[in-house]
């Protein structure tokens, strides 16, 4: 090899180890720029995160606050949340984070935004809900609770009655067994049991007043006397169906005529509501909605069952993979929250003496569901099928062990877990229900 030639070898392997080291210097300093950028965007979010999560902690702690931040120094950077309500109930939490970083190679500074919202968590996701246990009122083996169950009351049990969903109490729980014929204390938890757990039974009919007055229906007589509402509701094959309502002063005996009303123009937000009075309700129902009605000190505030109030279809249907349990039925899209502020009651009449369907949840303030003028020896009505959830004060009597009455069965609807009907009763606390990043 001559010496041109090894001056051009030089010449190469000095220009292939410049090449060499000037990419490897440069991929040097991107992977310290992409370091940079990535902990910048992260603390950024992570400031817009903490803030969202501050105001979400304030407001689980104190339901009425609605303040806001501006410009509050943190972790290096500042935050501005604003908190506001909407939608009479529900709370819109905007955390937006500012943090000056590398963003895109230069140094700078960049914004990150955190959005939640929050509302009430509602009684509709109990399939059982009991205010007050009644002294002496066990729950024994062969009965089988659906759904979440709570009480605030001390839970009896007697043998190994079972529990499908989680179970809560705040008087604690007395198990006993081998007393007559059911076998040793043992209950079956199957999603689980937890005590102390305080959840207040309370109900704020401001708040349904105020939804129906927001886009919905309100019922009330212009001289401030109690009023009967009928609500029947009528599939006619639409998305939102229609209802036949007619109206008389509580007391009377004549209806006013009926008026047919498309649901979806009536009660756009579902919400339809009775001040003071009582209501009576039946029929298909097609859309989504909470119907109840209010008292009067000790008076009125009954919504009465006059027959089947179903969805066009089951909520429930058997779960092929396991035989004896039920799921969601996919094809149902309808939901139907019952709000009595004293309690619903079941009409002894033509119509339901051989069985009742109820497809909603219900929710009994002062009392608990029972049948009209229902003793021992009332006739036996067949059965009470409640496909949603039970919420009452205290168990009333459906029944007698000597057959008079109904034979009651409830099925909790699942759909209850992460949905629940317009504006239905809420515990007094909060929950996410959307989070936005």
């Known amino acids: 090899m001559g010496g041109k030639a090894i001056l051009l070898v030089v010449i190469s392997f000095s220009l292939m180890f410049a090449i060499v080291n000037f990419n490897s210097q440069n991929t040097t300093t991107r992977a310290v720029e992409n370091l940079s950028e990535y902990y910048s965007k992260t603390n950024l979010q992570n400031i817009a995160t903490s803030g969202a999560n ?37 709370i819109r939490i905007s955390s937006k984070g500012y943090l000056t970083g590398i963003y895109n190679g230069e140094i700078g500074e960049d914004t990150s935004l955190v959005k939640l919202i929050l509302e009430p968590s509602s009684f509709s996701k109990f399939g059982y809900y009991s205010n007050k246990w009644p002294a002496g009122g066990y729950l024994v083996t062969g009965d089988t609770i659906d759904g979440p169950f709570h009480t605030q009351g001390q839970l009896l049990t007697l043998g190994s009655p079972v529990f499908m969903g989680k179970t809560t109490t705040k008087g604690g729980i007395t198990s006993i067994g081998n007393s007559y014929g059911f076998g040793a204390a043992d209950p079956k938890f199957l999603g689980g049991y937890e005590s102390p757990v305080d959840v207040p039974f309370t109900l704020n009919t401001t708040k349904i007043k105020d939804a129906g007055n927001y886009d919905g229906k309100i019922f009330q007589d212009a001289g401030g006397n109690a009023l009967d509402v009928k609500l029947v509701f009528t599939d006619d094959g639409s998305a939102t169906g229609k209802v036949q309502y007619s109206t008389r002063k509580t007391g009377t005996s004549t209806w006013s005529t009926a008026v047919t009303a498309k649901l979806d123009t009536l009660a756009p937000n579902g919400v339809i509501w009775n001040t003071k009075g009582n209501l009576y309700v039946s029929g298909t129902v097609n859309g989504k909605y909470t119907v109840g009605t209010g008292k009067s000190g000790s008076n009125y505030g009954y919504v009465y069952l006059e027959d089947d109030i179903v969805y066009r279809k089951s909520p429930l249907i058997s779960d092929p993979a396991h035989p004896g349990y039920t799921i969601s039925n996919p094809a149902c899209q309808d939901m139907l929250g019952i709000v009595a502020e004293k309690q619903v009651v079941v009409k002894d009449n033509s119509a339901n003496r051989n069985n009742i369907n109820i497809h909603a949840s219900l929710f009994n303030f002062d009392g608990g569901i029972t049948v009209e ?23 009333q009597t459906t029944g007698y062990t000597n057959g008079a009455g109904y034979h009651q069965v409830i099925k909790f609807d699942k759909r209850f877990e992460t949905t629940t009907p317009p504006y239905f009763p809420a515990t007094e606390t909060y929950e996410i229900v959307s989070w936005f990043e």
């Open 54 to 90: 501050m105001a979400a902690n304030i407001i689980f702690k104190d339901p009425t606050w609605t303040g806001n931040f501006n410009h509050l120094p943190f972790q290096g950077g500042y935050l501005d949340i604003n908190v506001t309500k909407f939608a009479v109930d529900k």
């Open 373 to 395: 003028g229902i003793t021992s020896s009332s006739p036996n009505m067949g059965t009470m099928k409640i496909l949603g959830g039970l919420i009452e004060n205290e168990a």
